[in-house]
């Protein structure tokens, strides 16, 4: 091979002898060096169910690589479940983890000069991370979601996390006693695979494959699904295959970041897809505008009827055609750019692969949508001036206006609703919640999943400069900023403000006077918890241009 190579540094010349002397310890041989290295780095652990099968999925990953012609070379990264740590203080750890994840990817492929990277990804901001890494090193690589875990069944009722957190507020407003909710719990979860819904890690793994950094097909396949080792050895070859192509950067284009987010309006996902995608943006080096995704829901109808807002979950998408299908019906109505993808087709390549199931209920029509206008719009207004993120997708009402009920952190809002302190028409504010102020930007699925429990779900709204889970629904606006530890507007509420909110116009105010609220505000002392949380806090960027460290303010 004359090709030059990244990883020539380490395994050519006089003066790498040291170098090779440790290879060759890893069982390289005189040939092997002039095959391209390749990372395979893999987010399997046992502390989640959402990676805890890629263990076992290397292994047909590695197979294709060595296949291709490349060098394995594999190493992991670390994971934090957002299900597991929601709710108390572990959450701080999330966002922070993708950072920490897309650190380790770059830190190993750079260290040693490797030529590619395969990551594999379940849970949701291992996800966001390997594209954040393949961005910043510019490397050829493919991401492999290990997909969806299988339905839970309690009866005929179908299951997902989503419905054991929405428990838990039924049982402290007391519709369900303590067998019910163990009786959930206990359903909840079958067995490996990502949460089930159109939630955090589903929306990405859709978003990434629009991208065109992930192969069409392979993240569908739902985890324990006997067909997913197929698609794990079919993702290896791809990687060594290309790995003297093109880098990521090749792939992340204005063209494709508004692709990727044509996806996440359109299958109602996750508000956490705005923040992610900046942020890939950011690493990528190009342009991106939040704005993108208000402008595309006031033209981009939800035609997937998939959880927290519809019916159906996403092992049920794959039954139905997939993302191919999903994708092919916004080619069809003119909602989609031809870009490149990693798959070596182009997008449209790819889509002209779709089958479609016969009878499917899942993807719609853009002219039969299950809803007009899409699942995401970005509020400005007095108290959020560089924007927000308000999650629409199953809720219809343009304007809510009510009595703010503040709380300085996600526990106390929490203990509020599960002591059914909050009523119908309550604007419920938490903030300090934020990238900085939290730190780390927690999700509040707690608070509304008890709130959609007790069933007042669209009958509260609540605001935060924290985030939302994938999962949340109802009146729910996150990532407003600037947050309260920047000195942002949402740190000036007062109990019994009234606050409006008004889709329609894209505006979240509240009738005070603000310069003299502000002139009697405390400073607040920020939150210290030591480490990596406090390192986070200091680097951490607006949430309206991805919360990530490598930008600052």
């Not at 040939?31 to 391209?36: A, G, I, S, T």
């Not at 490397?139 to 419905?163: E, W």
């Amino acid at each position: 091979m004359t090709t030059r190579k990244r990883s020539d540094q380490i395994t050519k010349g006089p003066d790498r002898a040291a170098a090779r002397a440790m290879l060759r310890a890893t069982g390289m041989t005189d040939e092997d060096f002039d095959r391209p290295l390749v990372a395979l780095v893999n987010t399997h652990s046992t502390v989640t169910p959402c990676n805890m099968h890629l263990g076992a999925l290397a292994e047909p990953a590695v197979e294709g690589i060595r296949a291709a012609g490349g060098w394995p070379m594999t190493f992991g990264a670390p994971v934090v479940s957002d299900g597991i740590t929601m709710g108390h203080e572990g959450m701080r750890a999330s966002l922070v983890s993708r950072e920490v994840i897309a650190d380790c990817v770059e830190l190993v492929v750079r260290g040693h000069a490797l030529d590619a990277a395969m990551v594999m990804v379940g849970c949701d901001k291992t996800l966001p991370a390997a594209a954040m890494a393949l961005a910043r090193c510019d490397v050829p690589g493919v991401i492999f979601y290990g997909g969806t875990i299988a339905a839970g069944c309690l009866g005929k009722r179908q299951l997902s996390i989503q419905d054991a957190f929405e428990a838990v507020g039924a049982h402290g407003q007391g519709k369900i006693d303590d067998a019910e909710l163990e009786q959930v719990e206990k359903a909840a979860c079958p067995g490996a695979g990502a949460c089930g819904g159109q939630f955090t890690a589903n929306t990405m793994a859709m978003a990434l494959a629009f991208l065109g950094l992930a192969p069409f097909g392979a993240g569908d396949v739902p985890a324990t699904d006997v067909r997913k080792s197929a698609e794990a050895e079919r993702c290896g070859r791809l990687v060594a295959e290309n790995a003297l192509g093109k880098g990521a950067r090749h792939y992340v284009t204005k063209e494709s970041l508004h692709n990727a987010a044509v996806s996440v309006v359109a299958s109602g996902g996750s508000t956490n897809a705005v923040l992610h995608l900046a942020a890939i943006a950011t690493e990528a080096g190009v342009p991106f505008d939040i704005e993108i995704f208000d402008r595309l829901s006031r033209e981009t109808p939800v035609i997937a009827d998939m959880k927290p807002g519809g019916r159906f979950l996403a092992q049920d998408l794959f039954a139905a055609g997939g993302g191919r299908l999903f994708g092919q019906k916004l080619r069809e109505a003119g909602l989609l750019e031809d870009t490149p993808t990693v798959s070596g087709r182009s997008l449209f390549g790819e889509l002209d692969l779709a089958e479609e199931t016969p009878g499917q209920q899942v993807v719609r029509p853009v002219s039969n949508p299950v809803k007009k206008q899409g699942g995401i719009r970005i509020l400005y207004g007095d108290i959020a001036p560089e924007g927000s993120v308000f999650k629409t997708a199953g809720y219809d009402n343009a304007v809510f206006r009510g009595p703010a009920r503040v709380f300085e952190c996600e526990e106390d809002a929490f203990a509020a609703v599960q002591a059914c302190e909050i009523k119908e028409g309550d604007v419920v504010v938490i903030r300090n919640e934020g990238p900085r102020g939290g730190p780390g930007m927690r999700e509040m699925l707690a608070v509304t999943a008890a709130l959609a429990g007790q069933g007042l779900a669209g009958k509260v709204a609540l605001m935060t400069d924290g985030r939302f889970s994938g999962a949340s629904h109802g009146f729910v606006i996150g990532h407003i900023a600037p947050e309260a530890a920047m000195g942002g507007p949402i740190g000036l509420l007062a109990e019994g403000d009234i606050i409006e909110i008004d889709a329609d116009v894209r505006r979240i105010d509240a009738d005070i006077d603000w310069d003299a609220r502000a002139g009697a505000q405390p400073q607040r002392e920020p939150r210290r918890f030591g480490g990596v949380f406090d390192k986070y806090a200091r680097l951490a960027s607006s949430a309206s241009r991805g919360a990530t460290t490598t930008e600052g303010y």
